[in-house]
C-alpha cells in the first residue's frame, strides 16, 4: 500500500524527470499559467479537514481536504495504490490548481485520467461537507490560455516516444557520445507500458543463483523443442551447436536451467512454427543478451527468473527494485544523473509529422498541452519508439483477420495512454513498408473489469486454469494466442486462475501481490477471491464444487507425475499442485496486448519504403517495427542509439 501524508508527493517525479543532465520541459509540462478567477472571499465553508474517497484505477484514493472560513488551504493524499510514475502528475499538479484558483472542474490530466478524476471526485465530495458551493467552484476554474508560439530546438537525436524503446535509444546514444538528445513523449510520464507490464525480460545468461533447477520436466520439454520438427528447419550448424552446448552442460553437472542466445532463438521459432525467420530470432535474442550484459556490468539488481504466460522457458527477470517495470526506469534515471547525460525529455509533447530537407528526415514537429508547437531538428535524424496500436480500437479492427470477435465488441487494452499508432501513421505518410499489421497478441490474463496485468494473483505458468464451469481447459503453458481463441471458447470469456499459498506469490504476510496490489483491496472490489477450503472457493466463483473439487484433484495428480495426458502439459515444478491453502481465484478474460505488426527497418534502424529504399534520417525502434517486442524493446532502442552514433 502506498502511502502519502505530506500532501504534494512528488516521490520521483522530478527525480525521474529532471534530475542532472535532464530537462523536464518547462516546455510542454507546465504550460502557460492559468489566470484566477473569482475571489475566494466570496466562497464560504465550515472551517476543518474532511475525508472522503475517490475511485482511482485500483480502487478508493483516500483525500483529505482542509478548508478556512472561505478557502480550500490544503489537500493530502491517504491511502491508495494508484500506478507510481503513471499517476504522479495529477497528485503533484491537480491539488495546486485546486488550491490556486480555488475552483473544482479542473481538466484531467492527459495520461492519468482516472487518478485525476479519483482526486477531483473526492475534493468534490469534502466540499460538499463543508457546506461548500460546488456549482460556484465549478465556475472558478479557468483553463491555461493555449500558446500560439513556435519555438526552435536543435540537437542530435530526436526520439519520439519515452517508453522502453525510447529511452534505451536515448540511453544508448548519450552513451556513445551523443551531445544533445531530445525526447518527445505524448503522455505525462516516463515508462510508457512498461510500466504496468510484469517487467520481464529475457535473461538467458542470468547467474546461477537466479535460475530455476533444471527438472525433469524442463529436460523432457528442452528435449521435445530440439526434436520438434521445426528445429529440423533451423540452419544444421546452429542446430549443431545448440546440442553440443547442452552435452557440454550436462558434462559440466551444473543442475540450473540450460539456456542460450540460440536455445531462445529456437524457441521462438517453435512458438511460431516456423524456423524461416531464425536469423532474425538470434540477431533479436543477441540483441537482448547484450543489453542483460550493460545492465550486469551496471550493477543492475534483478529477480529470480521465472516462467511467464505465454512463454514457460523460465528465463524472465525482472527488476529487483520496485513493481512491474518501474526499476528500469529508476536505473535510466541514475545512468542519467550519474553520468551528466544530455537527455531533455518534453512530456504531453506529442511528434505530430516529420520535418523534412529534401529526402531526408531531419526531425519532427510537436504540440505540447500549452499549444506550443516545437520544431525540432536533430542533426542525426529522428527516431520513432511510439509504440504501437493495441489502444486504438479502430486500428485493431482495421487490420484485424484473425480473431472472431464481433464489430461491436469492446477491445479493452492492457496498454498506457498513448499507442494509438501514431508513430506508424507517421511513418506511412512517406511510403514506409509496413508488415503483420494483422498479427494482434491480445492477453489472455487482463483483468475482467478493466483490462489491466497487474491485477493478476498466481504464478503465470504454475497454476491451474478453470472455466466458470469449474473445468480444465486447456494447457497452462501454451502460446498466448493459442490461449486466447481457447479462452474466447470458453463460457462468459472467462477463466479462473487458481493458485494456492506455494504458488500465488502473494507475500508472506498475505498482504499484496507481486505486482504490489491489496489483496484485500482485491478481494473487496470482485477482482480476487480467496478461500480457505476448494468448496468454499467454488461457491465464490460460482462453480459446482463437486466439480470443481474432482478438476483440481486431476490436475494435482497430473502435476505430481509431471505427465499430462488431458493437455500435454510438460512444464511442472514441486510447487504445481493445488493443496496448501489459503486458496486464490484471479478471475482474468482477454484483452489487446502487442501489436506484432510495425514499420520495416534496415540493418541500421532507418525505416524502409515499400520499394525498398530506406528513408534517410528516420529511424525506428521498438513496438512500433514490425516483430515480437515488449520490455525487450528497450534492448532494440538502446542497439539503435548506440549504432545511430557509431556509425
Not at 475566494?40 to 478548508?67: I, N, Q, R
Not at 508513430?423 to 511510403?431: L, P, S, T, V
Amino acid at each position: 500500500m502506498k502511502q502519502n501524508v505530506s500532501g504534494l508527493s512528488r516521490r520521483n517525479f522530478v527525480k525521474g524527470a529532471t534530475v542532472a543532465g535532464v530537462g523536464m520541459a518547462v516546455f510542454g509540462l507546465a504550460g502557460c499559467a492559468p489566470k484566477a478567477s473569482s475571489d475566494s472571499s466570496e466562497l464560504s465553508f465550515k472551517p476543518g479537514t474532511y475525508t472522503a474517497t475517490g475511485e482511482g484505477k485500483f480502487g478508493p484514493l483516500v483525500v483529505d481536504v482542509t478548508f478556512s472560513e472561505n478557502a480550500i488551504t490544503d489537500i493530502k493524499f491517504g491511502d491508495h495504490e494508484e500506478t507510481e510514475r503513471v499517476s504522479d502528475r495529477a497528485f503533484d499538479e491537480l491539488p495546486k490548481t485546486i488550491i490556486d484558483q480555488q475552483a473544482l472542474g479542473v481538466d484531467a490530466i492527459t495520461g492519468c485520467t482516472l487518478t485525476s478524476q479519483a482526486i477531483l471526485a473526492a475534493v468534490t465530495d469534502c466540499v460538499k461537507q463543508a457546506d461548500g458551493d460546488v456549482r460556484a467552484m465549478e465556475k472558478n476554474y479557468v483553463a491555461p490560455e493555449l500558446s500560439t508560439d513556435v519555438v526552435d530546438l536543435e540537437c542530435d537525436l530526436v526520439i519520439a516516444g519515452a517508453g522502453a524503446a525510447g529511452m534505451g535509444a536515448a540511453l544508448g546514444a548519450a552513451r556513445s557520445g551523443a551531445s544533445k538528445i531530445i525526447v518527445l513523449e505524448k503522455g505525462s510520464n516516463v515508462g510508457g507500458n512498461a510500466l504496468v507490464s510484469g517487467g520481464y525480460l529475457e535473461y538467458v545468461n542470468a547467474p546461477n543463483e537466479l535460475r530455476v533447477p533444471m527438472t525433469q520436466e524442463l529436460t523432457n520439454q528442452l528435449e521435445a523443442d530440439l526434436s520438434n520438427p521445426v528445429a529440423q528447419e533451423i540452419p544444421a550448424d546452429q542446430l549443431a551447436k545448440i546440442k553440443a552446448d547442452y552435452e557440454a552442460y550436462k558434462a559440466s553437472g551444473d543442475t540450473t536451467l540450460f539456456d542460450s542466445v540460440e536455445l531462445m532463438a529456437l524457441q521462438e521459432c517453435v512458438l511460431y512454427e516456423s524456423g524461416a525467420g531464425y536469423g532474425g530470432s538470434l540477431d533479436f535474442a543477441q540483441c537482448v543478451a547484450d543489453f542483460d550484459a550493460f545492465l550486469d556490468e551496471s550493477d543492475f539488481a534483478w529477480k529470480p527468473c521465472i516462467g511467464i504466460v505465454g512463454y514457460p522457458w523460465p528465463h524472465w527477470s525482472a527488476p529487483d527494485d520496485g513493481v512491474c517495470g518501474q526499476g528500469y526506469f529508476n536505473f535510466f534515471d541514475e545512468q542519467i544523473e550519474k553520468n551528466s547525460y544530455p537527455i531533455e525529455i518534453m512530456l504531453n509533447t506529442p511528434a505530430t509529422e516529420l520535418i523534412k530537407e529534401g529526402d531526408r528526415v531531419v526531425g519532427f514537429k510537436a504540440v505540447a498541452e500549452d499549444g506550443t508547437t516545437y520544431n525540432v531538428r536533430a542533426s542525426k535524424g529522428a527516431l520513432l519508439a511510439t509504440g504501437g496500436f493495441s489502444g486504438n480500437p479502430e486500428m485493431l479492427r482495421e487490420y484485424n483477420t484473425m480473431w472472431p470477435w464481433e464489430e461491436k465488441t469492446k477491445l479493452m487494452t492492457t496498454n498506457v495512454y498513448g499507442h494509438h499508432g501514431d508513430g506508424i501513421k507517421m511513418a506511412q505518410a512517406e511510403g514506409a513498408l509496413c508488415e503483420m499489421m494483422d498479427s494482434l497478441m491480445m492477453f489472455p490474463f487482463a483483468d475482467v473489469k478493466n483490462g489491466c496485468d497487474e491485477t493478476t494473483v498466481g504464478a503465470d505458468t504454475d497454476c491451474l486454469l478453470v472455466n466458470a464451469n469449474g473445468e480444465r481447459f486447456m494447457d497452462e503453458t501454451l502460446d498466448r494466442y493459442t490461449m486466447t481463441f481457447t479462452l474466447m471458447e470458453q463460457p462468459d470469456e472467462v477463466l479462473y486462475l487458481i493458485s494456492d499459498k506455494d504458488t500465488s506469490r502473494v507475500s508472506e504476510d498475505g498482504a499484496t501481490s507481486y505486482y504490489g496490489r491489496g489483496i484485500q483491496r482485491l478481494i473487496d472490489q470482485g477482482q480476487l477471491y480467496r478461500a480457505d477450503t476448494l468448496e468454499e472457493l467454488a461457491e465464490m466463483i460460482g462453480c459446482d464444487s463437486a466439480t470443481f473439487k474432482a478438476t483440481v484433484e486431476r490436475y494435482n495428480e497430473i502435476a505430481r507425475n509431471g505427465e499430462d495426458p488431458d493437455f500435454g502439459r510438460m512444464i511442472f515444478t514441486p510447487d504445481s499442485p493445488i493443496e496448501n491453502p489459503p486458496f486464490y481465484a484471479s478471475p482474468r478474460t482477454w484483452a489487446a496486448h502487442i501489436t506484432e505488426g510495425g514499420v520495416v527497418t534496415d540493418d541500421v534502424s532507418q525505416v524502409v519504403r515499400e520499394d525498398g529504399s530506406s528513408i534517410e534520417g528516420l529511424y525506428a525502434a521498438g513496438e512500433v517495427t514490425v516483430g515480437m517486442s515488449g520490455v525487450s524493446s528497450m534492448a532494440l532502442g538502446f542497439a539503435a542509439g548506440t549504432g545511430i552514433f557509431s556509425a
